[in-house]
């Protein structure tokens, strides 16, 4: 039997369930669900990025993959970074080029899904504290402009070699498998106006 104001009513009226034990002065309790309505919320994921082919290798062209979300692999033929290396040298310094040239490849791949990205993990291609820092002070730059409250934890570097990244970047760069897409010399100028 319960009384009004007995420790039985404190947890029903936090929605809780008491069910009485008539051996000793135990309770069990159980938590009652009422109706509660679905949330609605985007998964978010941290998104692999791999590179096939260099970038300095500028007679060949390159795969930029982002796996472990939406999975996709854009290939920048030879053409389109030898002209953007000569648009970007008259305005920096020759030996951060390829730097550059990968923040905007990589901003390119994720900047559609960057409210579902957690994190982004860069495939170790430029190793160093000067390279992972060029790469992840142009990146992020250029991740900000979209999203300002984005920090510089956002973006590491660590090896993927066997990832899904990996293996999509190597299979287009072999001409094994086709690439989502191309990336044409015009959507990477927009994006160095500021546009995009």
Do not use: C, H
């Not at 949330?39 to 970038?55: F, G, H, P």
């Amino acid at each position: 039997m319960r009384r009004r104001g007995d420790r039985s009513d404190i947890l029903l009226s936090a929605g809780w369930s008491a069910l009485f034990v008539t051996e000793g002065n135990w309770i069990d309790v159980e938590q009652q669900i009422i109706n509660e309505p679905q949330s609605r919320y985007s998964v978010s994921y941290t998104a692999y990025v791999d590179l096939s082919a260099k970038i300095e290798q500028w007679t060949k062209d390159s795969a930029v993959a982002v796996s472990n979300g939406e999975s996709k692999v854009y290939l920048v033929t030879a053409r389109v970074k030898q002209k953007l290396r000569l648009q970007l040298a008259a305005r920096y310094d020759a030996r951060t080029l390829k730097y550059r040239i990968l923040a905007l490849l990589v901003y390119l791949a994720i900047r559609d899904d960057l409210a579902n990205i957690k994190q982004v993990v860069l495939d170790q291609d430029y190793t160093g504290n000067a390279a992972e820092t060029t790469v992840r002070n142009i990146l992020l730059s250029l991740l900000q402009r979209q999203n300002p409250s984005i920090t510089p934890a956002f973006v590491r570097f660590q090896r993927v070699r066997g990832s899904s990244a990996d293996k999509m970047a190597r299979d287009v760069y072999m001409r094994q498998k086709p690439p989502t897409r191309k990336i044409g010399f015009a959507e990477l100028e927009n994006i160095l106006k500021g546009n995009r």
